[in-house]
């Protein structure tokens, strides 16, 4: 997919899959994550992610369900967006 390609040159890193990695992913799949879901959260771990941003509802709703065991905060982008912006405007001084 060429848009993956275009944004990924804005990666500033790289996390390996090392079998920390897929260990850590199989006991996500246990959870009821997908494969794929799994794999982005433990990658986001590793990388000591804060943020996995993502406007799949159901990796979101299961996000939520075991947020206590993630080590990362899965969020959707744009209710973020709005939250961060909220944020910035309640800082005194910024208006």
Request: proline fraction near 2%; charge should be positive; charged fraction near 30%.
């Amino acid at each position: 997919m060429l848009y993956r390609r275009k944004y990924s040159i804005l990666a500033t890193s790289r996390i390996a899959v090392t079998d920390r990695v897929v260990r850590r992913a199989s006991a996500l799949k246990a959870l009821n994550f997908t494969t794929v879901d799994a794999l982005h959260i433990a990658c986001a771990e590793a990388g000591q992610s804060d943020l996995l941003l993502t406007t799949d509802d159901r990796f979101l709703c299961k996000a939520r369900k075991h947020r206590n065991i993630l080590k990362v905060r899965v969020e959707n982008p744009i209710l973020w967006l709005m939250e961060v912006t909220q944020d910035e405007a309640d800082k005194p001084g910024t208006h």
